[in-house]
C-alpha cells in the first residue's frame, strides 16, 4: 500500500529534499492522517469526495493513493469554491528548504490548511517553536485534531492572517501557504532582525530579508506557485485574466508573461506589461524582486532602485 516512503521517493526524484532534516520529516509525518477526506474529479465532471473510512474499498485505495501522491488536494469547498487544500508536498518541500531554517528558530505559517506542513515544521524544529494561524475556525479546528493524532501541538491560532500572531512574536521566519497582492506589513514588525519572509505572490514566492519593521526586500524563487487567496485583512484582490485583452497568441501562451501579467495587475496596462516582457527578454521569475522601505511597497525587474518597478496592488 502507498506510504510516506513513497511520497518522499516521488519529491526527491523531483528535485527537492536535498536536506536530510527534512527528508526524515516528509519520511517521518504520515499524511494520511491530515487528509481524511478530500475532493477529487469525478467520472461525470464533477467532484467526489474521497474518504477514509468510505465502505467501498476501491474508493479507500483510491483515497489512500491519492494521499501519497505528489499532488495538491482540495479538502474544503463552499459553495463551489476553494477555501482550504492540502498543498502538493513537493512545492512544499520546495518552500521549506528555501526558509533556510536552522535550530532553535521560530516559525510562523499563515495559513493553517490541514495541519501537515505545520507537522513537518514541527518535526524539524520543534512544537514549541512553531505557530500557525488560520482566520477561518473550522479550518484550524480541523488541523488541531489532525495535529493531535499525529502527535504533534504546535500553537494553532484562529485569526486573521494579515495580522500574523503578535502574541508569540518575534519569529525568525514567516511562511505563508495563500497568495497575496503584497505582504502584509504587520508581519515585518514581528520578525527578528534578520528574519526571512516567504510569501506567493502573483504565480511566484519572494523571499524577503528583513531589517526592521519597515523595510525588508528579496528576489522570487524560480518556482511557480498556486494557492487559495488569503482571507481577511490582506485579501487578495480579485485576479484578471490576460484572455479579456488584446495580448498577442504567443504570449499568452508563455507563463513568463502570466507570472508579470499577474504581478502588474492595478500597477500596468495590458499592453504596457506585455510590452515590459517583449522589451527585457522575456523574464523568468528569478529576475523579480519586491522592496519595502517606510511603508512603501513595490515590485521590481533587476533592480529595485532600476527603471522597471511599480507598487504592488493593497499595499
Known amino acids: 500500500m502507498p506510504a510516506a516512503a513513497d511520497l518522499l521517493r516521488q519529491i526527491i526524484e523531483g528535485g527537492a529534499l536535498a536536506d536530510p532534516a527534512w527528508r526524515a520529516a516528509f519520511a517521518e509525518v504520515p499524511r494520511e492522517l491530515f487528509v481524511p477526506y478530500y475532493f477529487a474529479p469525478a467520472p461525470d465532471g464533477g467532484q467526489e469526495r474521497l474518504w477514509r473510512d468510505d465502505p467501498d474499498p476501491e474508493r479507500r485505495r483510491r483515497w489512500l493513493a491519492g494521499v501519497y501522491d505528489d499532488v495538491p488536494l482540495a479538502t474544503r469547498v463552499r459553495d463551489g469554491d476553494l477555501v482550504s487544500s492540502s498543498s502538493q508536498p513537493s512545492l512544499m518541500a520546495r518552500m521549506l528548504e528555501a526558509l533556510c531554517v536552522r535550530d532553535g528558530m521560530s516559525v510562523l505559517?499563515?495559513?493553517?490548511?490541514?495541519?501537515?506542513?505545520?507537522?513537518?515544521?514541527?518535526?524539524?524544529?520543534?512544537?514549541?517553536?512553531?505557530?500557525?494561524?488560520?482566520?477561518?475556525?473550522?479550518?484550524?479546528?480541523?488541523?488541531?485534531?489532525?495535529?493531535?493524532?499525529?502527535?504533534?501541538?504546535?500553537?494553532?491560532?484562529?485569526?486573521?492572517?494579515?495580522?500574523?500572531?503578535?502574541?508569540?512574536?518575534?519569529?525568525?521566519?514567516?511562511?505563508?501557504?495563500?497568495?497575496?497582492?503584497?505582504?502584509?506589513?504587520?508581519?515585518?514588525?514581528?520578525?527578528?532582525?534578520?528574519?526571512?519572509?516567504?510569501?506567493?505572490?502573483?504565480?511566484?514566492?519572494?523571499?524577503?530579508?528583513?531589517?526592521?519593521?519597515?523595510?525588508?526586500?528579496?528576489?522570487?524563487?524560480?518556482?511557480?506557485?498556486?494557492?487559495?487567496?488569503?482571507?481577511?485583512?490582506?485579501?487578495?484582490?480579485?485576479?484578471?485574466?490576460?484572455?479579456?485583452?488584446?495580448?498577442?497568441?504567443?504570449?499568452?501562451?508563455?507563463?513568463?508573461?502570466?507570472?508579470?501579467?499577474?504581478?502588474?495587475?492595478?500597477?500596468?496596462?495590458?499592453?504596457?506589461?506585455?510590452?515590459?516582457?517583449r522589451t527585457t527578454g522575456r523574464p523568468l521569475r528569478e529576475r523579480y524582486g519586491v522592496t519595502i522601505r517606510k511603508g512603501e511597497q513595490w515590485a521590481w525587474l533587476d533592480d529595485p532602485e532600476g527603471p522597471h518597478t511599480w507598487p504592488l496592488r493593497g499595499a
Open 109 to 277: 505559517e499563515i495559513g493553517a490548511g490541514s495541519g501537515y506542513n505545520a507537522a513537518l515544521l514541527a518535526h524539524r524544529l520543534g512544537e514549541a517553536r512553531v505557530t500557525t494561524v488560520d482566520l477561518d475556525p473550522d479550518i484550524t479546528g480541523s488541523a488541531r485534531e489532525h495535529l493531535d493524532a499525529a502527535g504533534y501541538r504546535p500553537r494553532v491560532v484562529t485569526g486573521d492572517g494579515a495580522l500574523g500572531a503578535p502574541a508569540y512574536a518575534p519569529y525568525d521566519r514567516i511562511i505563508a501557504t495563500c497568495a497575496l497582492s503584497s505582504v502584509p506589513l504587520a508581519w515585518l514588525g514581528q520578525c527578528a532582525p534578520g528574519a526571512l519572509v516567504l510569501a506567493p505572490i502573483g504565480t511566484g514566492l519572494v523571499t524577503l530579508k528583513v531589517t526592521d519593521g519597515l523595510h525588508a526586500t528579496g528576489r522570487f524563487l524560480d518556482t511557480p506557485a498556486f494557492f487559495v487567496p488569503l482571507r481577511g485583512g490582506g485579501a487578495s484582490a480579485p485576479v484578471r485574466s490576460a484572455a479579456r485583452y488584446d495580448i498577442p497568441r504567443h504570449a499568452q501562451r508563455q507563463d513568463s508573461f502570466h507570472f508579470l501579467f499577474r504581478l502588474t495587475a492595478g500597477a500596468m496596462e495590458p499592453h504596457d506589461v506585455y510590452e515590459l516582457w
